[in-house]
């Protein structure tokens, strides 16, 4: 389930990376948030998909999004229940 959502996070990192990988252009306040807000859209994502994948689990996309953003923000809140 790990290794699947690392291949899964590598394989999408480099299709964007390696086209602007030699990109030397100067940023912009605009431009850091921009990538402030893309950051938090992507890791969260991406957080999500060990428990999208998990069978013990077994959350859908906007449980495993909940689930990620409480942990990278550290509220504590859940949906998960009856585990354990």
């Known amino acids: 389930m790990f290794a ?9 990192g480099l299709v964007f990376w390696l086209p602007s990988k030699r990109v030397t252009a100067e940023m912009r306040t605009r431009d850091g948030f ?4 893309f950051f938090w ?6 957080g999500a998909l060990p428990l999208m994948l998990s069978e013990t ?7 495993a999004l909940f689930e990620s953003v409480s942990g990278l ?7 998960i229940s009856g585990t354990g």
């Open 4 to 12: 699947l959502a690392f291949a899964i996070t590598l394989i999408v």
């Open 34 to 37: 921009v990538i402030t807000v």
């Open 41 to 46: 859209l992507v890791l969260s994502t991406f």
């Open 57 to 63: 689990a077994n959350l859908s996309f906007i449980n």
């Open 73 to 79: 923000t550290t509220t504590g809140a859940t949906v």
